[in-house]
């Protein structure tokens, strides 16, 4: 996370190049937690490169299966350890198939900008 310097106000916000390094550690652990994770990604500012002082890191994960509902899925996923804000979206690999078939503008979007760090199959 942001951290303040010990005699400033200044927020000194991570360099995008240390938000991927430490995501791609994250993603690692992740994957060795889920089995079914098929894919994890970022999207957003820090994919565009034009992240900036409180962007925050925008996630997609695809996994195998999941009993769990689309909106509840998320709250499993521990983003703490992350340097950046961040947010993520989960699908199973069915749910992601048809919304890349359904070619909506976040579908587009999505098949056009997500940087996967893990993109099994």
Known sequence: MPVRSLNSSVLKWPDPARVERELRAWAQRECERRPGLMRLGYFGSYARGDAGVGSDLDLVAVVRESQEAFERRSIGWDLGPLPVPAEIIVYTKEEWAILLAEA??????????????????
Do not use: K, N, Y
């Open 104 to 121: 909506g503008r976040f579908a587009t979007m999505l098949r056009d900008e997500v940087v996967w760090i893990i993109a099994g199959q």
